[in-house]
């Protein structure tokens, strides 16, 4: 074609991980694989998103070890928090993770070119590069991974005080006083971190609850250990804006429901952990057969095609969990079905969920009140860690392993549907769980499994077998 400087099987735009991971996947299938990339390589994930926000939380971890170890006979003074070695710790577990994709682009010979890549008429992709060139490519197929950014509200513009979570990962001090403007995954894990490293936290959450869309006993557990760091978590409430002082610090104002009072809150920083929105901003796809709905995400089908023929688009930029590891199975997916491989889609309603606030927090598959308002007839078995061996001698027994199994006509339970977990390390062990979900297996299959002692994982096996009609750690 004229003006195309390059031929591909597959153009990936975007280099996170839905991009990345097609890229090298595809590679690895023996596809030769463009890959483009305006920023740098790993996107929101591994430069602003769970890994620098994991590295955060790691830290607070530590400072609550710390403060907590003359429990275990280990006399270690004042724990004071250095944010500065935090920052740099993050930037080194960044940097080699980022130089890792880089040389496995390398070593898979994936072409990376690094600038704005859009869309054009039969798959041929404009790459805006940095440098100022400009590259025509072209792919047999193509993937869009533009990803997302964070959403922003009214009245609070970023800057200053005003963080989204870009900001917040760059951080050079812990702020004395933090409000966070909604109660979802990544807005408790930044309240979690920041108690943790002794900050004064308020979280400000429109809905009734926090962390809405959890199994509720799980819920509990996470409000209450919450509400133990003295976090401040106001629900039901609207924020209208913020009042900043010459201090560098705000007062964010609002309100509890549409006629109730305006209240406020003095802070030295405040976070809007709202969402995030798809990122097609820079693909150019008016003109093309791609459709983008209303809320902006890139349209697809089971097997990620958009509209336009051999275009797929995957990860934060399309309509599904917005999970690094969704992006992982969607890249899988549309290299599997580019390739005529006849995948299977993805599961959507059983995939792996983890909040790694403290608690943490993991899941797959339905709770108990998604499963009843699904109309589902369930049993259910739940166990705390507080009789855990394990648990007990880290010092953390809060939390619980919560089962729903489908009721069998005799009353008994049989397949499991859902496994939900809270407390220590649980993002750790929830892959039985989510095997036992994802394989449709039935808990006396799943009982006759045996788990390590003494493990934390241990009371999976337990709140399985206790679901069996017998046990002997009820
Ligand atoms: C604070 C935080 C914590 C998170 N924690 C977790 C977690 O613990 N677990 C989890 O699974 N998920 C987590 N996520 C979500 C996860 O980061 C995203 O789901 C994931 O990064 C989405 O991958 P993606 O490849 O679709 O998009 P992105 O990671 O956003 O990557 C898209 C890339 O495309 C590039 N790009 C965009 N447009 C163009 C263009 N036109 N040309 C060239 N390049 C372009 C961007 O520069 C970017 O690098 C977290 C997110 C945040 C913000």
């Excluded at 003006?3 to 097609?22: H, N, T």
């Excluded at 533009?146 to 009214?154: D, N």
């Excluded at 930044?190 to 002794?198: H, I, R, T, V």
């Excluded at 401040?232 to 009072?261: E, K, L, S, Y």
Aim: net charge negative.
């Amino acid at each position: 074609m004229t003006g195309v400087s390059e031929s591909f099987d597959v153009v990936v735009i975007g280099g996170g991980p839905g991009g990345y991971s097609a890229a090298l996947y595809g590679a690895s299938a023996g596809l030769r694989i463009a890959l483009v990339e305006k920023d740098v390589l790993g996107g929101t994930c591994l430069n602003r998103g769970c890994i620098p926000a994991k590295a955060f939380l790691e830290s607070a971890a530590v400072k609550r070890h710390v403060d907590h170890s003359s429990d275990f006979g280990i006399d270690s003074g004042d724990a004071t928090v250095n944010f500065a070695v935090t920052q740099e710790r993050k930037h080194k577990i960044v940097d080699s993770l980022v130089g890792g994709i880089a040389a496995m682009c390398k070593g898979r010979k994936v072409d990376v070119f690094n600038g704005v890549g859009s869309l054009g008429a039969d798959r041929t992709v404009t790459v805006n590069m940095a440098d100022g060139s400009t590259a025509t490519i072209r792919g047999e197929h193509v993937i869009l991974a533009a990803g997302s950014v964070p959403r922003l509200i009214p009245n609070f513009e970023r800057g200053g005080p005003i963080l989204t979570s870009d900001e917040v990962l760059d951080l050079e001090h812990v702020p004395e006083r933090v409000a966070v403007i909604g109660g979802g995954a990544i807005g408790c894990e930044f309240a979690s971190m920041f108690a943790d490293l002794g900050a004064k936290v308020t979280i400000l959450e429109g809905l009734p609850k926090i962390l809405p869309g959890l199994d509720t006993d799980v819920a509990n557990v996470v409000v209450r250990s919450f509400k133990r760091k003295k976090i401040d978590i106001r629900t039901g409430v609207m924020v209208t804006g913020h009042t900043p002082n010459d201090a560098g610090g705000t007062a964010v104002h609002f309100r509890a429901g549409d006629d109730g009072d305006t209240e406020s809150v003095e802070v030295d920083a405040c976070v809007v952990s709202v969402g995030r929105r798809p990122y097609a901003d820079e693909l150019g796809l008016d003109g093309t057969g791609v459709q983008v709905d209303e809320r902006g995400y890139v349209v697809i089908d089971e097997y990620c095609r958009t509209g336009e023929p051999g275009v797929y688009a995957v990860g934060d930029l399309v309509n599904t969990p917005q999970l690094a590891h969704v992006g992982y199975a969607e890249a899988i997916l549309a290299i599997k079905h580019l390739l005529g491989e006849n995948p299977l889609p993805v599961a959507y309603d059983r995939v792996p969920w983890a909040i790694y606030c403290h608690p943490e927090v993991a899941w797959a598959g339905p709770g108990e009140d998604a499963a009843k308002a699904a109309g589902l007839d369930v049993v259910v078995g739940k166990h705390p860690f507080k009789f855990n061996s394990r648990a007990k001698i880290l010092g953390e027994t809060e939390g619980m392993v919560k089962v729903v199994a489908k009721k069998q006509p005799d009353g008994t339970a049989g397949q499991v549907l859902g496994v939900h977990m809270v407390g220590p390390w649980v993002t750790e062990q929830l892959s039985g769980g989510y095997l036992a979900v994802n394989w449709e297996a039935t808990v006396d299959e799943v009982a006759a499994f045996i788990q390590p002692h003494p493990s934390l994982s241990e009371l999976f096996g337990e709140t399985m077998l206790s679901l069996t009609g017998r046990d002997f750690n009820g």
